[in-house]
């Protein structure tokens, strides 16, 4: 991060120095500086927020499967849905009209099925998600909760739900379930019993039973939830999951992860830099090229070819807009900034190594009942249990290796491509009466003499946790340096679980440990 901040820093002054010699021209060659400096600015954000990625998931969402986006329009016109008014105070209702969003769905996949719609990739799927699934959704909340529109669409979702991969599912129900993480504060989904019934998140032994959940919730629970949340005044909602209309029309073997407003940012931004940099050079494809290669951007790349690149040059090539060398320089700069403070936004939020160790605790925790043979024959290794991460990071391709499986070395070692470095420490609990601050202490203190061979890393102290108490801790890195993840592989169901643990940040210490229950 630091050496990014220092080519910023350098970029302003190249911004500062063309400015005091006030050319509005310059030979090619002078230019050498500035495209040094955003080659590696550039490459650096590329990699690490996968802007290749976005693209990737942009150019595969985009191609439409309308023939099962239609067939879910027909069941819900079939079950004609009648104008509702949803109110929330005296003078703040929302009206939904069925009609007008049932044309506005039809509309759309006219226009889709048109060639000549001029709709880029990008614009696409920001009108499904950002509007279809909005569509569907107000339509939804139109029905009581037992109507058998609910289950014809739901057997429909259903299908491409199958579909997904079981990590894809994974992470689809962990968003579910944390959408509901604390009824108390605003943003988060209230568990109305008459809507969901309190056995909906219980543990299941089959992915085939959260499958059918993660439908249920996207077709029916949502809809009614956020209904009665906004008659009760709430204004705010979990964001992030996947509506019907997405869902629906995704291709086969396609994520149905949303695009975030974020990722449109990122990748918006960075097309902007390059039409700059392509205006200041000219006409000259293999300069623009050997900056791209420097990047890793192919030349048929959407950040080249999209709307947000050719819409943003022909700005600048406007006569009535006619911009200099120098203004150009400025507007450089002021891209570079907004890209590096969306970077530290998205990086801020959840680095990629925290996403992947969140979607491998909820796997392990779905999964549970499946593998509990295969924990007891390998007698809950620790080695065992280090090498199962690992290949796990490995398949994501985070690059990640222990120093020797085994006592007295680092389980795992990461280094992401900005250079921050990770020490993960795996360690396996299967007595309660072993559950104490005392041992969770002495893991705090191994993880730390391991973090301190290198230059300010961040230490993450993975939890098996085999006992019949289930611990929970903070989604934060404590100390700014410290992350501690629970896998509850617990054998016992909920119901008949008489403790609990739960790991705070102390003043005194790093962490304390609070029991509840029993």
Not at 105 to 134: C, R
Not at 358 to 367: A, H, M, P
Request: charged residues 25%; contains cysteine; neutral net charge.
């Amino acid at each position: 991060m630091k050496s990014r901040d220092h080519l910023a820093q350098a970029l302003n002054n190249l911004v500062q120095e063309q400015e005091l010699f006030e050319r509005d021209t310059l030979a090619l060659n002078e230019h050498e500086e500035l495209a040094d400096i955003l080659g590696e600015l550039l490459r650096s954000i590329y990699l690490e927020m996968r802007i290749n990625d976005i693209e990737k998931k942009i150019q595969s969402k985009s191609k439409l499967d309308l023939e099962l986006l239609q067939e879910g329009i027909k069941i819900i016109e079939g079950a004609d849905p009648k104008t509702i008014t949803i109110v929330q105070s005296e003078d703040k209702s929302v009206e939904i009209i069925p009609s007008d969003l049932i044309n506005k769905l039809n509309a759309f996949i006219d226009k889709i099925k048109s060639k000549q719609h001029g709709l880029s990739p990008m614009e696409i799927l920001i009108q499904l998600e950002y509007v279809m699934d909005t569509c569907f959704e107000k339509l939804l909340t139109t029905f009581a909760l037992n109507d058998k529109v609910f289950n014809k669409l739901i057997a429909l979702v259903l299908n491409k739900v199958q579909d997904l991969s079981d990590d894809e599912i994974i992470l689809l129900w962990g968003q579910i379930k944390i959408g509901f993480k604390n009824e108390q504060n605003e943003g988060f989904y209230i568990p109305y019993s008459d809507i969901v019934a309190a056995s909906f998140f219980s543990d299941q032994s089959q992915l085939s039973e959260i499958r059918k959940k993660c439908a249920e919730f996207i077709v029916r629970i949502k809809p009614l939830i956020t209904k009665r949340m906004y008659e009760e005044g709430q204004n705010f909602f979990p964001v992030g999951l996947p509506g019907v209309a997405s869902i629906l029309a995704s291709p086969q073997n396609t994520s149905i992860q949303p695009i975030t407003k974020l990722d449109t940012l990122l990748f918006r931004v960075f097309s902007q830099i390059l039409a700059i940099y392509s205006s200041i050079i000219g006409h000259i494809p293999e300069v623009l090229s050997e900056l791209t290669t420097t990047i890793g951007i192919a030349t048929n790349s959407l950040i080249l070819t999209g709307d947000a690149y050719r819409r943003y040059k022909e700005r600048l090539q406007s006569k009535s807009n006619k911009k200099t060398v120098t203004d150009k320089y400025k507007l450089i700069l002021l891209n570079i900034q907004r890209l590096i403070d969306y970077s530290h936004s998205s990086t801020k939020e959840q680095s990629i190594v925290e996403s992947a160790l969140l979607q491998y605790k909820l796997g392990q925790e779905v999964i549970t009942p499946a593998r509990n043979s295969e924990f007891e024959k390998i007698k809950y290794s620790e080695s065992y249990l280090q090498k199962d991460l690992c290949k796990f990071l490995l398949e994501r391709n985070i690059l990640s290796f222990g120093k020797n499986f085994g006592k007295g070395q680092i389980d795992l070692y990461h280094k992401d491509v900005v250079g921050e470095e990770f020490i993960v420490e795996a360690k396996v609990y299967k007595d309660n009466k072993k559950l104490k601050l005392k041992n969770l202490n002495e893991n705090l203190v191994q993880l730390q003499s391991y973090m301190d061979q290198h230059v300010q890393p961040r230490g993450i102290l993975a939890i098996y946790n085999f006992t019949d108490e289930v611990i929970l801790a903070p989604r934060k890195w404590l100390s700014g340096r410290i992350f501690i993840f629970c896998i509850n592989l617990c054998s016992s169901t909920p119901s008949n679980r008489q403790k609990s643990k739960q790991i705070v940040e102390s003043d005194k210490g790093i962490i304390d440990l609070i029991e509840t229950g029993g």
